[in-house]
């Protein structure tokens, strides 16, 4: 995830349109409707798989409706929920062009990655920063759209989203690490509000981490086989034959923490009607994880936007149910 960032990579044959992934939706607009030039920029970010911006995005969303509650306002800051969307578009985006640029080997050898626009030969790594520079920037722009603390706690991510790649080579969680970066949104989401941090912020960014590092064991699940040939650590390889009864556990504190998250600010009943549908969908991927093809386990992945937006809706709900009381 030449030295115009929208020119066709010299390593491309004339013609060649770069091939859409295994984990892409079929037919998306980046494959069907973009210009052929600008193809492997917008797959270098993700944007053909916008789930990652969906989960990045969501604890942002959560912690803007729980802020609302604790402040006492009668809805979240719309304002706020299109900076946090915008700015986990580009930040998702940059953050997994990062990752193929420090990955670009490694991805030669996975079957999933292979394709990717570096490993692939469609842009260099020249370009590649290049396009990394402009999603940066555009996520700095988003963020110096708040207050000082919040651009401080914002700011403060870029470290745990720098070290992320490197996990994979050296610890056998580097889920938990994606967790940590993932989640930051919580944190951003509650102090746009106040401000500054509390405990039920806190509470809700590890309930965060908790669920990214759930679904993101689903994830590994795809390139198990690959990554042991390889010699990539991963949740899924450490869990092993316990890996359901770990996703478990994580999607169990996820939704515990929440809880005492939404109890602390005196959430109401839409808080936690969103929070039972958010916990009752992870039961549910539960179900299904024994025994996964690589396809299965990328629906069960995927399907963590929909828990999440439940959550968020009941979130974002509750302060307005309130006001209309």
Known sequence: MSHDVTGASAASPPGHAPAALP?????????????????PYLKLAR?????????????????AGLAATAAGHTHSNLWHMVLFAIGAVAMRGAGCTFNDIVDRD??????????????AGEVSVRQAVIWLGILCFTG???LLQFNLATIVIGASSLLVVAVYPFMKRITGMPQAVLGLAFSWGALVGWSAV??????????????????TI?????????DIE??????????????????RAAIAICYGLAAMLALTAIWLVGGGLAAYAGLAL????????????????PQQALALFTSNRDAGLLLAAGLCLDPVLRGLL
């Open 194 to 211: 106040f401000g500054s941090l509390s405990l039920a912020p806190l509470l809700l960014y590890l309930a965060a981490v908790f669920w």
């Open 140 to 142: 700095l722009g988003v």
């Open 23 to 39: 984990d892409a939706q079929r037919n998306n607009w980046v494959d069907t409707r973009a210009p052929a030039r600008l193809r």
């Open 214 to 222: 759930g679904y993101d064991t689903i994830y590994a699940l795809q």
């Open 106 to 119: 490694l991805d030669r050898h996975v079957a999933r990655t292979r394709n990717r626009p570096l490993p």
């Open 226 to 243: 690959d990554d042991a040939v390889v010699g990539i650590r991963s949740s899924a390889r450490t869990f092993g034959g316990h890996t």
């Open 47 to 63: 944007l053909d798989r916008p789930i990652g911006s969906w989960l990045l995005l969501l604890p942002c969303w959560w912690a």
């Open 278 to 293: 958010f916990a009752g969908h992870l039961a549910r991927q539960l179900g299904g994880i024994g025994g996964v093809t």
